[in-house]
RNA sequence: UCCGGCGUCGUCCAAUGGCAGGACAGCGGAUUUUGGUUCCGCUUAUUGGGGUUCGAAUCCCUACGCCGGAACCA
C-alpha cells in the first residue's frame, strides 16, 4: 500500500504548494501533514478524499509523514466510538499513521499554558458578557464590532479569573477567555474571538479532568505546531480563519516549524448527501439500519456494500483538488469500483428471482455438469463444475411471453443458450389459475455441449442459470442510490422526502453450489447481473449477498427511452 | 449591502504567456457463450466587455454569476 503511484494520480495545487516548499527550502526540506478529524460521526467519502490528499501527500514526498489527530476540543459531541471507527476506516482505506495517532485533547495542558502566556502578556482577557452579549457586540457583515466592557481587565486580573475558571469557580458560560485581536475588523474571526469556555462535560479522554475547552481556532493551528506539521490542509469553509491562524502562531514565534493552512473544496456527489448531521439524522431517525448501512456513503456503509479500498482511492485520485465548489457525477465513483471488481471478482452464477425450468428431455434423476472458468477472458485463473439435471432455475426477467422489439432472452418456441451449458428451447409456458408464471417446459439439445450447436445455428441470447437440486438459497439485498434527486433537499431542508422509496429491497435467490464456503466480505460477479459481496450477517447455510453495483445495461438504458 | 474565495466540455480535473487536453457521462460502430468486458470513432467548453502582448484560459481593469462567513461548533 505504499506504491505512490498505483493509479494515474492527477497533478494538484495541493501538492504543488508543497513541493514548492520543498524546493525552496522551507522548513528545511521537511513536510508534515495531517488528518484531523472530530469524533463525533463516521468518516464518509468526503473524507475520503481528504485522507487520500493528506496521507497522498506523505506518500509522495519522500520522507514526508501524515498524523491521524483527533480534534475533541468538544466533549459534549464526541465519542469513543467514533475514534475507533475512525481509525479503522483509515486504516482499511490503506493508509498508516505509523505511531503518530494524536489527539488534541492530549495537548490541554500545553494549550492552557499557551493561554495563560497571552494573558500575560496583554492579549486575551477575560470576558463576562452573556452570550447575547457578546453576540450584539461582534457587529455584523456591515457593523463593525463594539469593545466589551471587560476588554480592560489587567493581566493579573484576568490571570487569576482564567485560574478559577479551570478551578470551577464559576457555572458554564459565566466567563470567556477571548484573543484581544480587532473589533473593527472586516474579518469577523478576528473580532476578539473566543479561546476558551466553560463547559461542564465528560470528555471521552480527559474525564473530568477540565471545565474549560479550547475553542477550534486556538486549538487547531497550536496541535499542529506541537506536533511540527508544516502544511495544515482544510477545506474552503476555514479560508476565512486562516488570518487568525496566522494570529495565533504569530504571538508564539518559538514554534518551528510554523505550519501554514491551505484550503481546498469538500467533496460533493451527486444523489447523495455527505452532511455530518443529515448523516446523523438518517440513522437516529431509522431512515437506514445504522451508519454503515450499504446505502450510507460512510467508509463503514461502502465496505459493507463491497466496495474496496482500491476503488475509493481511484475516486479520489482521479476527482482532483481544487478550490472550486464542485458536484461530482456518482457515475464517476461508480465507474471506479465497477473498474477494480471487473478486474478482481470471479464469475459465478446466481438467479435472483427464480424461474423453474424443466427440460422434459432430460430423464428424472439424470445429472451432469459443465466446466465453467472463473474468468471467461482467463482460463488459466482456474474454474469449477456446474452441476446439470432435469429441473433448473433462470432469472424470470429472461423470458418474456410476449417479447419486446429486439429481446434475444427466452421466448415461447424460441431457443437460448445457458451459460457455459448448452442450448434450450422452450416448449411450453405453465401458468398457474391466476394466469401467473409458474414454470416452463423445455428441452435441451444434447448436441450442443458447451454451448455451441453441432449444426452451426447461431444463438443470439446467453441467460445464466443454477440446478434446482444443486443450488443454493441466498438472500439477496438490491441496495441503490439512497436518494432520487441529484441534489437532495435543495430546496429548503427537506432532503428527508428525496429519499428513494427503492434503495432497498430484498429478494430470495438461488446460487450457484460454489458459494457454499463464501465468507463475509467475499465479492463475486453474478454473470449478466452485477457484483456482489458476503454481507456480515451471512453464515454457511444461510447466505447474504449485498448488491454492490449493476453491471452496465444496455438492454435496459434501450428500453428506458 | 461588508469580507473572503471561485468562474474551462453535461460533470470533475489539466493546460502556470505559445496547437484548449484527459476521465466520467452521452451517442455511434467492431468484437463477444455476460445486452458485461475490450477496442475504435463522434459530439460538446475558456462567464460578458475592455485593455496589455507578435501571441491571453493564463496578466490588468470592469461587469456579472456562484460559494462561504455574523456558535461559548468543527
Not at 469577523?188 to 469556555?197: A, W
Not at 474454474?383 to 446439470?388: D, Y
Not at 423445455?442 to 445455428?457: E, I, L, Q, T, V
Request: with cysteine; aromatic share 10%; charged share 30%.
Amino acid at each position: 500500500m505504499n506504491q505512490p503511484q498505483e493509479t494515474d494520480k492527477l497533478p494538484n495545487f495541493v501538492l504543488d504548494v508543497v513541493k514548492a516548499d520543498v524546493a525552496a527550502g522551507r522548513n528545511g526540506g521537511k513536510v508534515m501533514t495531517r488528518f484531523p478529524p472530530e469524533p463525533n460521526g463516521y468518516l464518509h467519502i468526503g473524507h475520503a478524499k481528504s485522507i487520500c490528499l493528506n496521507f497522498g501527500i506523505a506518500q509522495d514526498i519522500p520522507g514526508a509523514v501524515c498524523n491521524l489527530r483527533f480534534d475533541d476540543t468538544n466533549p459534549s459531541v464526541e465519542e469513543d466510538e467514533f475514534v475507533r471507527s475512525i481509525q479503522e476506516d483509515v486504516r482499511w482505506l490503506g493508509f498508516d499513521w505509523g505511531a503518530r495517532m494524536y489527539f488534541a485533547s492530549d495537548y490541554f495542558e500545553r494549550l492552557y499554558a499557551i493561554a495563560e502566556k497571552l494573558v500575560r502578556e496583554g492579549k486575551a482577557y477575560v470576558d463576562s458578557q452573556t452570550i447575547e452579549e457578546m453576540r450584539a457586540g461582534r457587529g455584523s457583515f456591515h457593523q463593525p464590532g463594539r469593545v466589551s466592557p471587560y476588554r480592560d481587565r489587567t493581566p493579573d486580573e484576568n490571570l487569576e479569573l482564567l485560574r478559577r475558571m479551570r478551578a470551577g469557580e464559576f457555572p458554564d458560560g459565566a466567563h470567556v477567555l477571548r484573543a484581544k485581536i480587532d473589533m473593527q475588523a472586516s474579518n469577523q474571526n478576528l473580532r476578539d474571538p473566543v479561546m476558551y469556555r466553560i463547559k461542564r462535560e465528560h470528555h471521552h479522554r480527559t474525564g473530568d479532568a477540565w471545565c474549560i475547552y479550547p475553542m477550534y481556532d486556538f486549538a487547531h493551528g497550536y496541535s499542529d505546531a506541537i506536533e511540527g506539521v508544516t502544511h495544515s490542509i482544510c477545506t474552503l469553509e476555514f479560508e476565512n480563519h486562516r488570518p487568525l491562524y496566522d494570529w495565533f502562531l504569530d504571538q508564539t514565534p518559538e514554534f518551528d516549524p510554523r505550519p501554514r493552512q491551505t484550503e481546498f473544496a469538500r467533496l460533493n456527489l451527486t444523489y447523495m448527501t455527505l452532511s455530518k448531521r443529515r448523516l446523523k439524522l438518517l440513522v437516529e431517525g431509522g431512515h437506514v439500519k445504522g451508519w454503515d448501512d450499504p446505502r450510507m456513503p460512510t467508509i463503514a456503509g461502502l465496505r459493507r456494500r463491497g466496495y474496496t479500498p482500491e476503488a475509493i482511492r481511484a475516486f479520489a485520485d482521479r476527482i482532483g483538488v481544487s478550490k472550486r465548489n464542485s458536484f461530482v457525477d456518482v457515475t464517476l465513483l461508480e465507474h471506479a469500483v465497477r473498474e477494480d471488481l471487473n478486474a478482481r471478482c470471479r464469475r459465478v452464477m446466481g438467479v435472483l428471482r427464480p424461474l423453474r425450468v424443466v427440460l422434459e428431455n432430460v430423464p428424472e434423476g439424470q445429472e451432469d455438469a459443465f466446466d465453467a472458468p472463473w474468468f471467461a477472458d482467463d482460463p488459466s485463473r482456474g474454474g469449477r463444475s456446474l452441476p446439470f439435471g432435469r429441473a433448473l432455475f433462470i432469472d424470470r426477467e429472461d423470458f418474456a411471453e410476449v417479447p419486446p422489439k429486439g429481446w434475444f432472452r427466452l421466448t415461447p418456441g424460441g431457443e437460448v443458450r445457458l451459460r457455459n451449458a448448452c442450448i434450450i428451447k422452450c416448449e411450453r409456458v405453465v401458468k398457474d389459475e391466476r394466469g401467473e408464471i409458474v414454470e416452463l417446459r423445455c428441452s435441451w439439445d444434447p448436441d450442443s455441449r458447451g454451448g455451441n450447436a453441432k449444426d452451426g445455428r447461431k444463438i443470439k441470447g446467453t441467460l445464466h442459470w443454477v440446478s434446482e437440486k444443486h443450488s443454493l438459497p441466498a438472500e439477496v439485498r438490491l441496495y441503490d442510490r439512497l436518494f432520487r434527486a441529484e441534489n437532495p433537499g435543495e430546496e429548503g431542508d427537506e432532503f428527508l422526502g428525496d429519499l428513494n422509496p427503492a434503495s432497498f429491497e430484498v429478494v430470495q435467490a438461488r446460487v450457484e453450489p460454489s458459494l457454499a464456503g463464501a465468507a463475509p466480505g467475499d465479492r463475486v460477479q453474478f454473470e449478466r447481473v452485477g457484483y456482489f459481496c458476503v454481507d456480515p450477517d451471512s453464515k454457511p447455510g444461510a447466505l447474504v449477498f449485498n448488491r454492490t453495483i449493476g453491471l452496465k445495461d444496455s438492454w435496459a438504458k434501450q428500453q428506458g427511452k
